[in-house]
């Protein structure tokens, strides 16, 4: 199968693929300083939870790089740039797990005297590798639960755009393909970007995987149907404590109508996607641009004087979740606080 990379550095400089311009073309744009990274994520060049994380880790490697040979002055570089990142989008945990790693990894540095640019380079390109390693696992993990012939359900992108590589739901279906399984992906186009009709489409059209692509509204008469198996989505922040899943405006929706005519809803996520300290009130959801919402590929299709509510994400009650299929296993919403001890690094 196709593998697609969303980013890679090279050259002392952090290559992502525009997903603004997806489907129609596939190019890459060169980020040269953290400020390159930090627009990028907040006009979601790159976007998906893992991989502005990662995109983050890499911002801090430019940041560092960029400033004078001396560590005191790259820490102080490094700090900057993490509050700079960490303004980009507020919803993904990914975002501050990734800014929190690098951190750390710049301050032992620091107190070792070791050079932090180095430490931080080295870091980023971990959790880039890690990041591809995990997603497999959480496919090994998630495709046991998938039928040998199914329909599929995914909502957004939680694909190889969406993490450095592979994808989490995605993932999941491309290791079910991977073991043989015959799918069929119905795939919501995810208004207001499209990421649905515009990068899901794209990937599964990529790796030869059978799909359909629906409305937003038309999710749930076809559930009514009796035609889909299951629902599998990303996560964006899954609360241990309550195990409250934040994922992309619509998902709720979708958790409800899936409740209701009885088909299982699974959340594909790595564990630096949980967070093991908020409550659901303290979720800070991202309020877009209006724009998003009044204008359609370029037009406004609404009067000029029209306003519009443009919430980024939503929140789905434990209720709601069949199971939550991570690299470490496939848990209960209830389940995830377990793995606190073990986890909890920031
Ligand atoms: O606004 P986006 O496109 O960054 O939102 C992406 C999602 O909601 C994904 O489902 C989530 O980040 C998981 S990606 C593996």
Known sequence: MKELRTLFWRNGALYLIDQKAL?????????????????????????????????????????????????????????????VLRKTRPTAVNLYWGINRILKVAEEAYMKNDNIAKAVLEEAEKMAKEDVEINKKIG?????????????????????????????ALGVIRAAVEMGKNITVIVPETRPKLQGARLTAYELETAGINYRIITDNMASFILSKGIIDCIIVGADRILARTGHVTNKIGTLSLAISANYFKVPF????????????????????EERNEEEVLCFAGKRITLRNARAINFAFDITPPELVTRIITEEGVFL??????????????
């Open 23 to 83: 489907p129609h073309r596939l190019r890459y744009i060169k980020c040269r300083t953290y400020l390159d990274v930090a627009k990028a994520i907040k006009d979601m060049t790159v976007r998906g939870a893992p991989a502005i994380g990662v995109a983050a880790a890499y911002g801090l490697a430019l940041a560092a790089k960029s400033s004078l040979k001396n560590n005191d002055a790259m820490l102080k570089r490094v700090k900057i740039a993490a509050d």
């Open 140 to 168: 090994q993990n998630g495709a046991k639960l998938l039928p040998d012939k199914c329909v599929v359900m995914t909502y957004c992108n939680a694909g190889a755009l969406a993490t450095v590589g592979y994808g989490t």
């Open 266 to 285: 699974y959340v594909a996520a790595p564990i630096s996607t949980i967070d093991f300290e908020k409550t659901p009130e303290e979720i800070v959801i």
């Open 333 to 346: 919403p209830s389940e995830l606080i377990n793995l606190k001890a073990k986890y909890q690094f920031y």
